[in-house]
């Protein structure tokens, strides 16, 4: 062979190794075109504030909390606060409010049985330290029976008192504040309203960050709540929207229709999720059976979920008075049979609410994910949160008192394995299971969690 033919050999196999390297370079460059088209438009964070984050949690009755029976008592609790992921303490009211008496009102007085002002700065300094923002009910007669603000005789005298209170909590560090009679309030005097909204929610130099106005209304139709987040500007509204039904509770067709019907016209961020109202405890709206039930819906469904103090726990109300916390006691030699069993579920129910308050707190989909809808019966309800990125969760509930029901939904979107992340079923561990062949049982829920490949 001779030395011109090698060279042309050389040649030829030199050509043909670049020619190689170009082709798989334009191959990588479409196999990497395809993967972008194929992935979903990334989506911006939604501009979220502090109480989105939740949960919060509401304690009208500061005297109920602690054996002290004040707020240096509810300050001795931010830790446990914060061992619950809470965002946000909504408190009061406290202030000194005789009974039917609008020229009597002192919005910033703190009533002499509840505590002092130095109590109360304390709170806010320990609060603020453990990343809890502290929201105050200024419900001008709550002790009183004429509502809502008394009359209309007494409203302009009564916002015009609220409007300068309003600044000097703000002053003190209330992240917030909470007024029932919303609905009735913003339509009676709409300009005195709008006063105290943007007081309360425009940023200032002395206050750059965002303060949230809460509402509170009576109604119950999903409608009503709809057109009142809409009418009255407030960033959160609660309302017995979940305590509707056929059994004194919303079910699967009440969840989905309330969810869907909001959804469709506001922005998750401004949605609440409550269930009883301030004035009757979770255990006591739904029965006992049912409380790890609605601690999982309020905590996965799109918006903000707002506990009472004692829901983690299963805390029953009793008569009229609002039921003292049930702190966990520190040994168990004193306890009979029966108190022992008690014991063991209440700390099995806040075990279960601890876990999935943690992961809704760091899970994007759980926080700010889509909400789609997979399957709804009478006492069925699945569906899946979904951002565009990372995994996703299917959440599902049997309201059934007797048959276990299949969760699969029959979407050829869902995988065959999915991960269980949460169940209020003590027998059904985490860990991989066949989603086709999963059945949840009666009055039980499940979070499970997988990817889309």
Same mark, same amino acid.
């Given at each position: 062979?001779? &030395?011109?033919?090698?060279?042309?050999?050389?040649?030829?196999?030199?050509?043909? %190794?670049?020619?190689?390297?170009? =082709?798989?370079?334009? =191959?990588?460059?479409?196999?990497?075109?395809?993967?972008?088209?194929?992935?979903?438009?990334? #989506?911006?964070?939604?501009?979220?504030?502090?109480?989105?984050?939740?949960?919060?949690?509401?304690?009208?009755?500061?005297?109920?909390?602690?054996?002290?029976?004040?707020?240096?008592?509810?300050?001795?609790?931010?830790?446990?606060?914060?061992? +619950?992921?809470?965002?946000?303490?909504? &408190?009061?009211?406290?202030?000194?409010?005789?009974?039917?008496?609008?020229?009597?009102? #002192?919005?910033?007085?703190?009533?002499?049985?509840?505590?002092?002002?130095?109590? %109360?700065?304390?709170?806010?300094?320990?609060?603020?330290?453990? !990343?809890?923002?502290?929201? =105050?009910?200024?419900?001008?007669?709550?002790?009183?029976?004429?509502?809502?603000?008394?009359? /209309?005789? *007494?409203?302009?005298?009564?916002?015009?008192?609220?409007?300068?209170?309003?600044?000097?909590?703000?002053?003190?560090?209330?992240?917030?504040?909470?007024?029932? $009679?919303?609905?009735?309030?913003? /339509?009676?005097?709409?300009?005195?309203?709008?006063?105290?909204?943007?007081?309360?929610?425009?940023?200032?130099?002395?206050?750059? $960050?965002?303060?949230?106005?809460? $509402?509170?209304?009576?109604?119950?139709?999903?409608?009503?709540?709809?057109?009142?987040?809409?009418?009255?500007?407030?960033?959160?509204?609660?309302?017995?929207?979940?305590?509707?039904?056929?059994?004194?509770?919303?079910?699967?067709?009440?969840?989905?229709?309330?969810?869907?019907?909001?959804?469709? *016209?506001?922005?998750?961020?401004? +949605?609440?999720?409550?269930?009883? $109202?301030? @004035?009757?405890?979770?255990?006591?709206?739904?029965?006992?059976?049912?409380?790890r039930l609605y601690q999982l819906l309020l905590l996965t469904l799109p !918006?903000?979920?707002?506990?009472?103090?004692?829901?983690?726990?299963?805390?029953?109300?009793?008569?009229?008075?609002?039921?003292?916390?049930?702190?966990?006691? @520190?040994?168990?030699?004193?306890?009979?049979?029966?108190?022992?069993?008690?014991?063991?579920?209440?700390?099995?129910?806040? *075990?279960?609410? #601890?876990?999935?308050?943690?992961?809704?707190?760091?899970? #994007?989909?759980?926080?700010?994910?889509?909400?789609?809808?997979l399957s709804n019966s009478s006492s069925l309800l699945s569906y899946v949160r979904v951002? /565009?990125?990372?995994?996703?969760? +299917?959440?599902? %509930?049997?309201?059934?008192? @007797?048959?276990?029901?299949?969760?699969?939904?029959?979407?050829?979107?869902?995988?065959?394995?999915?991960?269980?992340?949460?169940?209020?079923?003590?027998?059904?561990?985490? !860990?991989?299971? @066949?989603?086709?062949?999963?059945?949840?049982?009666?009055?039980?829920?499940?979070?499970?969690?997988?990817?889309?490949?």
């Amino acid at each position: 062979v001779s &030395i011109m033919d090698l060279s042309c050999r050389w040649v030829r196999i030199r050509w043909t %190794f670049q020619l190689l390297v170009q =082709l798989i370079g334009v =191959l990588l460059l479409v196999y990497l075109l395809v993967i972008i088209l194929k992935a979903p438009p990334r #989506r911006d964070l939604p501009d979220s504030h502090w109480w989105n984050d939740g949960p919060l949690y509401r304690l009208r009755d500061v005297r109920v909390f602690s054996d002290t029976q004040d707020l240096r008592g509810v300050e001795r609790r931010m830790d446990y606060l914060k061992q +619950l992921k809470v965002n946000g303490l909504l &408190i009061g009211p406290i202030h000194e409010a005789p009974p039917n008496n609008a020229l009597s009102l #002192r919005f910033e007085q703190i009533s002499s049985d509840l505590g002092t002002m130095n109590q %109360f700065k304390s709170l806010i300094s320990t609060a603020h330290k453990k !990343g809890i923002s502290v929201v =105050l009910d200024l419900t001008p007669n709550y002790q009183g029976s004429t509502g809502p603000w008394f009359s /209309n005789d *007494s409203i302009t005298i009564v916002a015009e008192k609220l409007k300068s209170a309003l600044v000097f909590w703000m002053d003190q560090g209330v992240k917030g504040f909470l007024f029932s $009679g919303t609905d009735l309030v913003s /339509n009676s005097v709409p300009s005195l309203w709008t006063d105290i909204r943007n007081i309360i929610q425009n940023r200032t130099r002395s206050r750059p $960050g965002r303060r949230v106005l809460m $509402g509170l209304s009576e109604f119950s139709s999903v409608d009503h709540v709809s057109s009142l987040l809409s009418s009255s500007g407030v960033d959160l509204l609660l309302s017995p929207l979940l305590s509707s039904g056929s059994g004194g509770f919303a079910g699967p067709a009440e969840v989905l229709d309330s969810v869907q019907t909001l959804c469709a *016209s506001h922005s998750q961020l401004n +949605l609440a999720w409550s269930l009883g $109202g301030a @004035e009757v405890h979770l255990a006591s709206a739904v029965g006992p059976a049912l409380v790890r039930l609605y601690q999982l819906l309020l905590l996965t469904l799109p !918006g903000t979920p707002v506990f009472n103090y004692g829901d983690e726990v299963g805390l029953m109300d009793q008569g009229t008075e609002p039921p003292q916390m049930l702190w966990d006691p @520190e040994t168990e030699t004193d306890l009979n049979g029966t108190l022992q069993v008690e014991w063991a579920e209440r700390r099995s129910s806040l *075990s279960f609410f #601890r876990s999935v308050a943690a992961l809704r707190v760091k899970e #994007r989909p759980l926080l700010f994910g889509d909400f789609l809808p997979l399957s709804n019966s009478s006492s069925l309800l699945s569906y899946v949160r979904v951002s /565009n990125r990372g995994a996703r969760y +299917l959440a599902a %509930f049997n309201w059934g008192s @007797e048959e276990a029901e299949l969760v699969q939904a029959g979407r050829a979107e869902l995988p065959q394995q999915v991960q269980v992340v949460a169940s209020t079923d003590t027998s059904l561990s985490d !860990g991989e299971v @066949e989603l086709g062949a999963l059945r949840i049982g009666p009055q039980q829920a499940m979070l499970l969690r997988f990817n889309i490949k």
